[in-house]
């Protein structure tokens, strides 16, 4: 059950979207295929829904090959970053639309198009057009639209992308207790990390036409399998030629064996966030980030004198961009 | 989205439309006017009425252009950077030389500024009639490819020069006049390709003099009355490639503006 | 930032400009239509010429329209969605009729289907008279306003882009039913006004069906041919009443043109 890309190859005249990609997702998980632009997680997404032919390979849905088969018939939902609204249609209209397509009965239609309005918190704007909608409400329509012909599978393309920074954080949230109710199969493309780690089961992160790393977020940040991924998922400085999380850094104002010695060039209040930047020898960008409870921060002040040394796990800067995904 | 049978009726139909409608009269008009060789299209085109016909059609065409791209700019301004009563009305009128017929044109031209003009200014069978007969005409072109252009203007970019010390010509020269030369030179383009095939407007106030204000278009349709198709086919490529050949050149010259123009 | 007088010589530039090439000869056509009084106007108004030149423009316009709208929308839908191929080629083609004198458009007709033309030939022996008759006419119309509907499409069809069409394919939808409740309606606007300026080409052609024609009068006559008879034959109230009726569509064309414009920004539609 569930979703099984194998040994996925794309090309778009020269450029190589997809090489060789093999993911599985399991049935009833939300997962996230998370990357830069042009990493290839868009090109995975329409494929698996059959609106790119990929040059190679196999994509399963629910046990069945559906590689030869044309989007309408493998059950899939779509909703698209920018909505993809008919908006000569009526809200109504719009999620009726894959229902009607369907010749169900209009009795049938008028009670799944208003059980589904309700479900997405759109009660009462049923006759409104999608000019008259925000870009929340927009793509809450467009996912209700989706959901109204029960798909074996849900497929997300960047669906926040096009909103500002707190209705989308407010979706996401929102997105997250839909699939707890609804338990459809769900994947989501995003570049937006934080989005991915807050709502995923697992993440597949993606660069440069390749799944780099497919783990729990929390695996994800805590055992990241390349450079590109721990940098990606999280905030990382060099300390000692070692890439560190800037709030895996212990200061201290006395000297330390083995530390490396540097002074406080800047501290920068965030409110529960302080972020302390650091001038040392050999280092270009060394920052550290304390929480403004820690007792050190009243000690630190431009001029200070500091020994900086890592606790946690770094990963060598060195290391190679292109290791084999490591499923956790 | 590929989808293979039935793309390939509305293929069919759609290529088999255009190609009955406008490639086989094309193709017939390059073969009369080509197959009896050169020396009888160049003797074509050398026919004294004809040639002085071709060079009559080309000189006005090439000044009714550059009247065009001077008054076409200023109306192009006026109607962006300026309001004032009854702007919008002005607006739409300029619209009217596209939909109003050709002839209807051409006769109402002659009715007020021929012999019997109220106005007593008789330019009629006269070049400088021809000329105002296809200003009317072109007028849309130039005023058109140019408003968008000065909508699109940066006017911080101005307030900035100005700020800057430079004076309103000045402005206009550096700042302004590069943005909408890509507008000025594909609408004198397409007024310069109209005017020289241009038939309804012209026929009646030309007065059709041959050496003095007989056009190509109206030298054309003489021939093909005088039973001379392969002639008149000759004159026609010729117009047709001259009409052609201005579009691509003024088509290169708008890109490489627009590119110099950032 | 400009001088007060320097604004207003512009002005008056310009509406002086405008109003000696357009206004005034346009204006001129009312004046001389009705300059000997209303009997001549009506007289001709109801003349079995000028009737029978009216229902020849008409029917011509009436045919070629909805052909070069069935046949614009197919043709932009091959170019931007199907990108066929050569549709580089075929588009020149499409543009061709803007850059061709009415007249070349004629001849080239002529060539093709007179007695002695390529096709002319054959179905002149079947008796069927296409030039100096009425179907020659419709060709001619329908070749120098073909363009519009295409032009006006393809940009359009560009900018409202495949999202939508690609939603109702995952929802299911046939081909079919994607174009006529999907792709159409959101180019509506731009069909409109592609038709609107087809049939004012249409309605104001003047050379190509005058060539193709042979200006029969009472015979094969379209309304612009008839103002131009009749001014040849020194009925000017004649001509001018026909030539203001004409120049009345035209007027109403322009301001369902504008209308348009106007009401694709309130929807917010991409042109």
Redesign the interface.
């Known amino acids: 059950m569930g979703i099984i890309a194998e040994n996925i190859t794309k090309r778009f005249g020269d450029f190589t979207a997809l090489d060789d990609v093999s993911l599985e997702i399991p049935s009833g998980s939300l997962t996230a295929l998370l990357g830069p632009s042009g990493s290839g997680k868009s090109t995975l997404l329409r494929v698996i829904a059959g609106l790119e032919v990929p040059d190679t390979g196999r994509v399963v849905i629910d046990d069945v090959d559906r590689t030869a088969d044309r989007p309408r018939d493998r059950g899939v939902g779509f909703v698209f970053q920018h909505y993809a609204a008919f908006r000569h249609m009526t809200v109504f209209e719009n999620i009726a639309f894959g229902l009607r397509v369907r010749k169900t009965p209009k009795a049938r239609v008028r009670e799944r198009v208003e059980e589904l309005i309700d479900l997405v918190q759109l009660t009462g704007m049923a006759k409104r057009y999608p000019s008259q909608l925000s870009g929340g409400q927009r793509q809450r329509m467009a996912l209700a639209r989706a959901l109204a012909v029960e798909p074996r599978v849900l497929l997300l393309d960047e669906p926040f992308g096009a909103l500002d920074a707190l209705v989308r954080r407010e979706l996401r949230a929102w997105l997250r207790r839909l699939h707890d109710e609804v338990h459809v199969t769900t994947v989501l493309v995003t570049h937006d990390q934080e989005e991915a780690m807050e709502v995923a089961d697992r993440i597949a992160v993606m660069d440069h036409s390749r799944i780099e790393q497919v783990a729990t977020p929390r695996n994800l940040y805590e055992s990241p399998a390349s450079a590109f991924v721990m940098g990606f998922v999280g905030p990382l400085t060099v300390l000692d030629g070692q890439q560190v999380r800037p709030h895996e850094i212990a200061l201290d104002t006395a000297p330390v064996d083995g530390a490396v010695r540097g002074f406080v060039t800047r501290v920068i209040h965030l409110g529960f966030e302080v972020r302390v930047e650091i001038a040392a020898e050999g280092h270009d960008d060394l920052w550290v980030q304390l929480s403004r409870h820690d007792p050190i921060v009243s000690a630190l002040g431009p001029g200070v004198p500091v020994w900086a040394r890592a606790v946690g796990n770094p990963v060598p800067s060195h290391a190679s961009e292109h290791d084999d995904p490591v499923a956790v | 989205m590929r989808r293979r049978g039935q793309g390939a009726l509305s293929l069919g139909l759609a290529v088999g439309y255009l190609g009955l409608i406008v490639m086989i009269p094309m193709a017939a008009l390059a073969w009369a006017g080509l197959s009896q060789g050169a020396a009888s299209f160049w003797a074509a085109i050398t026919e004294p009425e004809t040639l002085a016909a071709l060079q009559l059609t080309l000189a006005i065409s090439a000044i009714v252009a550059i009247v065009n791209a001077v008054m076409g700019t200023l109306i192009a301004w006026v109607l962006v950077r300026y309001r004032f009563p009854g702007r919008g009305i002005v607006d739409g009128l300029i619209d009217l030389p596209f939909a109003l017929p050709t002839i209807v044109a051409g006769l109402t031209l002659l009715a007020i500024y021929g012999p019997n003009s109220p106005f007593g200014v008789n330019i009629g069978f006269t070049r400088v009639g021809i000329a105002v007969a296809l200003l009317l005409v072109t007028l849309p072109f130039v005023v058109r490819a140019v408003q968008p252009l000065l909508r699109e203007a940066d006017l911080e970019a101005e307030q900035a020069a100005a700020s800057l010390g430079a004076g309103p010509l000045y402005v206009f020269r550096r700042i302004i006049f590069p943005g909408i030369r890509p507008g000025i030179l594909s609408g004198s383009g397409l007024a310069f390709a109209r005017a020289i095939g241009e038939f309804g407007a012209v026929v009646l106030i030309a007065g059709n003099l041959p050496f003095q204000t007989k056009m190509s278009s109206v030298d054309i349709f003489g021939l093909i009355e005088q039973d001379k198709p392969d002639a008149a086919a000759a004159v026609s490529l010729t117009l047709l490639v001259i009409s052609l050949a201005s579009l691509a050149l003024f088509d290169f010259l708008e890109r490489r503006s627009a590119r110099e123009a950032g | 930032?400009?001088a007060k007088p320097?604004?207003w010589g512009?002005?008056a530039?310009?509406?002086a400009?405008?109003l000696a090439?357009?206004?005034?000869?346009?204006g001129?056509?009312v004046w001389?239509a009705f300059q000997a009084g209303l009997d001549p106007v009506t007289e001709t108004l109801t003349s079995d010429l000028f009737l029978h030149a009216m229902w020849l423009t008409l029917v011509c316009t009436l045919i070629a329209v909805p052909?070069n709208t069935i046949?614009g929308v197919?043709?932009a839908?091959?170019v931007v969605r199907?990108r066929?191929r050569g549709r580089n080629f075929?588009s020149l083609?499409?543009d061709?009729?803007l850059?061709?004198?009415?007249?070349?458009?004629?001849?080239?007709?002529?060539?093709?289907w007179g007695i002695h033309?390529?096709f002319g030939g054959w179905f002149f022996e079947h008796g069927i008279r296409i030039i100096f008759s009425l179907p020659g006419m419709v060709?001619a119309t329908?070749?120098v306003s073909?363009p519009f509907v295409v032009r006006e499409v393809v940009p359009v069809l560009r900018a409202v882009g495949?999202?939508?069409e690609?939603?109702?394919?995952?929802?299911?939808?046939?081909?079919s039913?994607i174009f006529w409740r999907?792709t159409l309606?959101?180019i509506k606007w731009g069909v409109a006004y592609g038709v609107i300026?087809t049939t004012?080409r249409a309605?104001?052609?003047?050379?190509a069906v005058?060539?193709v024609s042979g200006r029969m009068t009472g015979q094969t006559e379209t309304a612009?041919?008839f103002?131009?008879s009749q001014?040849t034959q020194f009925n000017e109230e004649a001509?001018?009443t026909a030539?203001l009726v004409?120049?009345v569509?035209?007027?109403i064309?322009?301001?369902a043109?504008?209308l348009i414009v106007r009401k694709e920004d309130i929807?917010?539609?991409h042109r």
């Open positions: 930032m400009r320097v604004k512009l002005i530039v310009a509406l400009y405008l090439i357009l206004v005034i000869p346009v001129a056509v001389r052909l046949f197919m043709f839908m091959l199907r066929m075929f083609f499409a061709l009729p850059a061709l004198s009415p007249v070349v458009i004629g001849l080239s007709l002529v060539l093709v033309g390529w060709l329908i070749f073909l495949t999202e939508q690609e939603a109702a394919e995952v929802l299911g939808a046939s081909p039913r999907i309606p959101s300026l004012a309605l104001g052609e003047y050379g005058a060539v612009t041919i103002v131009d001014w001509a001018f030539a004409l120049a569509i035209a007027v064309v322009v301001v043109v504008n929807d917010g539609h």
